[in-house]
Structures are given as structure tokens and as C-alpha cells.
């Protein structure tokens, strides 16, 4: 159960959204010139483009500083993530970079689809439930995208 009201929802949507393009747009630097590269870039204007929808329609803040401890348990970490799986590690370059960014990737899109379904069931007005949902619709198709990627990197 989420016990935020539509505001702190949007809220943190938005930071999530943030989160999600800044570490995105890092994988990117990383991988310059190569496909993996330009899945990241375009997850992370993906991401900005979610960051305008939300803060255009609702005039949400792309703040997060000051927040109660009740909001953090929402968000996910990405740059913590990747520092423990050493993704940032230069000992881990080429493919296996790739990989680990991508399993990152991953769980960031899992998580912003849990997010958004479970925030779709507190939130009553009907158009934030319809970007809500829009919202849940998108991640999931960066997600499959991610899966896909994943899949060649097997081989």
C-alpha cells in the first residue's frame, strides 16, 4: 500500500524520473559510440521526457532535498546499485560493463512500473491516474527493451 496523497505521488515520480536519467545519461558517457550507449541515451531522454509530463501538467518541483523519511522507501538508488555491483569499478569495462549497467537499467524500470501500478490504485483524479498509467505503459517498454539487450549479450 502507498500512504502518500496524488501530490507526494507526483513527487516522487518525478525525482525517480531523475534519478533514472542522470544514471542513465552516465551508462552513456560510458559507452560512447557503441549500441549499448545509445539504448542508455535513449532511456535517459525517455526519462526526461516522463520529468516533463510530470512537472508540466502538475507543476511538480524537480526537488528532493528536505524530504521526510517516509518518501525514501519509494524511491530506488541507482547510484548506489551501482557502485555495489561495480559497475563504475575500472576493473569491469567492455561487455560486462554493459551487462551490469543494463541489469541496473533493469531494476529501475521494474521498479518505476511497481511504483506506478500501485500509485494508480490511491490516486482518484482521472487524468493523473491516465499518466500514471501512461507512465507504467512506457517504463515497460523500456523494460523489454532492456530484456532484449540483455538477450544478444548472451549470445
Known sequence: MIDLNENEILQVAVVH?????RYYEHQAS??????AGDL???????????????SAKYGVPKIE??????????????ERLAW????DAEATKGPEA????????KKAESHAIDFYHRASRVVEDKN???LLAELESEERMHLMKIE????????
Open 65 to 78: 532535498a528536505g524530504w521526510e523519511e517516509k518518501y525514501l522507501p519509494f524511491l530506488i538508488d541507482l
Open 17 to 21: 524520473e531523475e534519478r533514472a536519467r
Open 40 to 54: 542508455f541515451s535513449f532511456l535517459a531522454g525517455e526519462e526526461e521526457g516522463h520529468i516533463r509530463k510530470l
Open 148 to 155: 532484449r539487450y540483455l538477450k544478444e549479450l548472451q549470445g
Open 30 to 35: 560510458r559507452h560512447p559510440g557503441d549500441p
Open 128 to 130: 493523473t491516474k491516465g
Open 98 to 105: 554493459v551487462r551490469k549497467g543494463l541489469l541496473i537499467a
Open 84 to 87: 555495489e555491483e561495480g559497475v
